[in-house]
């Protein structure tokens, strides 16, 4: 069984057919998943979806490229208030995106450091983007490394990831392990101590091989946990056990609830 633990099924790409999609999930073995939330709407979109499905627990937060919606603590509030359902297991998807360099920094900094604060009053885990901005998610996350931390989409080098390995924190890979071009990732997961790891999709974007380029979904999962079996040497099943148990410890979900 598996766990993606980090999709994206509010997206308006699953609008048509959201449904049927999530309902044949368990046909290829994936049986739960983390939806993260990308702003204050998909955050209030996300309690429902938790709601309405078994087996989708979720988050809350706001990704960096709008943080200027966080404005204070009426934001905060809000947040403060959904994180309080039952399923919403971790603050994020937030962090800092020097990639996109759509918000000035020194707001994506402040919003990022509001959220790593709002976590450690709730004691949730936090899900970090970090794009082309190593350094300094570093800088920041180190007054917080009481918090329990995953980088999602992993995309640092295996030096970087060293020293977040050391800090206690996790790992997350996606999709783009299959990819040819794919970089340092997969010696990084070669590297890695295998309790510190999570397999996601960050759906609907980063489809595995050989969807690259199509709509992702939680479907695809096994892709990524069947390339990380090779790198590691070992079966998917033994993979998918694996992550879904650390992804269980990681997100303190403590339900057996599954789709
Ligand atoms: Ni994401």
Same mark, same amino acid.
């Given at each position: 069984?598996?766990?993606?633990?980090?999709?994206?099924?509010?997206?308006?790409?699953?609008?048509?057919?959201?449904?049927?999609?999530?309902?044949?999930?368990?046909?290829?073995?994936?049986?739960?998943?983390?939806?993260?939330?990308?702003?204050?709407?998909?955050?209030?979109?996300?309690?429902?979806?938790?709601?309405?499905?078994?087996?989708?627990?979720?988050?809350?937060?706001?990704?960096?490229?709008?943080?200027?919606?966080?404005?204070?603590?009426?934001?905060?509030?809000?947040?403060?208030?959904?994180?309080?359902?039952?399923?919403?297991?971790?603050?994020?998807?937030?962090?800092?995106?020097?990639?996109?360099?759509?918000?000035?920094?020194?707001?994506?900094?402040?919003?990022?450091?509001?959220?790593?604060?709002?976590?450690?009053?709730?004691?949730?885990?936090?899900?970090?983007?970090?794009?082309?901005?190593?350094?300094?998610?570093?800088?920041?996350?180190?007054?917080?490394?009481?918090?329990?931390?995953?980088?999602?989409?992993?995309?640092?080098?295996?030096?970087?990831?060293?020293?977040?390995i050391?800090?206690?924190?996790y790992l997350?890979?996606?999709?783009? /392990?299959?990819?040819?071009?794919?970089?340092?990732?997969?010696?990084?997961?070669?590297?890695a101590p295998?309790d510190r790891i999570?397999?996601?999709?960050?759906?609907?974007?980063?489809?595995? /091989?050989?969807?690259?380029?199509?709509?992702?979904?939680?479907?695809?999962?096994?892709?990524?946990?069947?390339?990380?079996?090779?790198?590691?040497?070992?079966?998917?099943?033994?993979?998918?056990?694996?992550?879904?148990?650390n992804?269980?410890?990681?997100?303190? /979900?403590?339900?057996?609830?599954?789709?």
């Amino acid at each position: 069984m598996f766990f993606d633990t980090h999709a994206h099924l509010d997206d308006k790409q699953f609008d048509l057919d959201r449904e049927e999609l999530i309902a044949s999930f368990p046909e290829v073995g994936v049986t739960r998943v983390l939806n993260a939330a990308c702003d204050l709407a998909s955050s209030r979109e996300i309690v429902n979806l938790t709601r309405k499905y078994r087996g989708i627990f979720g988050s809350v937060g706001v990704h960096p490229n709008a943080a200027e919606e966080l404005k204070g603590d009426a934001e905060l509030d809000l947040l403060r208030t959904l994180s309080k359902e039952k399923k919403i297991c971790a603050i994020g998807e937030i962090g800092l995106d020097y990639y996109w360099d759509d918000v000035p920094r020194e707001v994506q900094k402040t919003a990022f450091r509001m959220q790593l604060d709002l976590a450690r009053e709730l004691s949730l885990p936090v899900i970090i983007h970090d794009r082309d901005a190593h350094e300094d998610c570093l800088n920041i996350l180190r007054d917080y490394t009481d918090l329990s931390v995953v980088f999602h989409c992993y995309s640092g080098s295996l030096e970087f990831a060293k020293i977040l390995i050391d800090l206690g924190f996790y790992l997350s890979f996606t999709g783009v /392990i299959t990819f040819k071009n794919a970089k340092a990732a997969p010696s990084v997961v070669e590297w890695a101590p295998h309790d510190r790891i999570m397999i996601e999709t960050d759906c609907p974007y980063l489809a595995p /091989i050989p969807y690259r380029g199509k709509r992702n979904h939680s479907g695809y999962v096994p892709l990524v946990a069947q390339k990380i079996a090779e790198l590691w040497g070992t079966s998917v099943e033994e993979v998918a056990r694996i992550t879904t148990e650390n992804g269980l410890r990681f997100f303190q /979900i403590t339900s057996d609830e599954t789709l």
